[in-house]
């Protein structure tokens, strides 16, 4: 299986294109993440479940 699918230029392609736009997806949803972070109607939110997390530790 692995022989056929490091010969298969068609699907080592298809294969990179994929992670490549998971790596993409992952850094945006990263920053998206970040941004709600900061937005005034979310912020409460964010700082609440700090405050739970630090209580854990």
Do not use: C, P, W
């Not at 056929?4 to 992952?26: C, H, P, W």
């Not at 900061?38 to 739970?52: A, D, S, V």
Request: no cysteine.
């Amino acid at each position: 299986m692995v022989n056929y699918v490091s010969k298969d230029t068609a699907v080592v392609n298809q294969l990179e294109r994929t992670m490549f736009n998971i790596e993409q997806g992952t850094e945006r949803f990263n920053e998206n993440m970040e941004a709600l972070k900061h937005n005034f109607l979310t912020r409460g939110y964010f700082r609440k479940q700090k405050k739970e997390q630090e209580k854990k530790e």
